[in-house]
């Protein structure tokens, strides 16, 4: 009767440590979302500003 009742307690230790496993890697997967949703705003922000900047180098260029 012991092996039986050791089985089943380890299988639940089991359960719950991936369990636990789970939510951590839950919780990193939104980390890293927003960390790229951050870093896509800041390259969108980036190429704007070269946009701008090109454009104002382009208008210098043709006065010359």
């Known amino acids: 009767m012991f ?3 050791f089985a089943v307690a380890v ?8 369990g636990v496993l ?4 839950f919780v990193e997967a939104q980390r ?4 790229v949703t951050e870093s896509a705003r800041r390259i969108n ?6 946009e ?3 454009a104002g ?5 043709d006065s010359l």
């Open 45 to 50: 922000r980036a190429a704007e500003d070269l």
């Open 52 to 54: 701008r900047a090109s």
């Open 32 to 35: 890293l979302g927003r960390q």
């Open 3 to 5: 092996w039986p009742m």
């Open 11 to 18: 299988g639940f230790v089991g359960l719950a440590v991936l």
């Open 22 to 25: 789970a939510v951590r890697v």
């Open 57 to 61: 180098v382009a208008r210098a260029a």
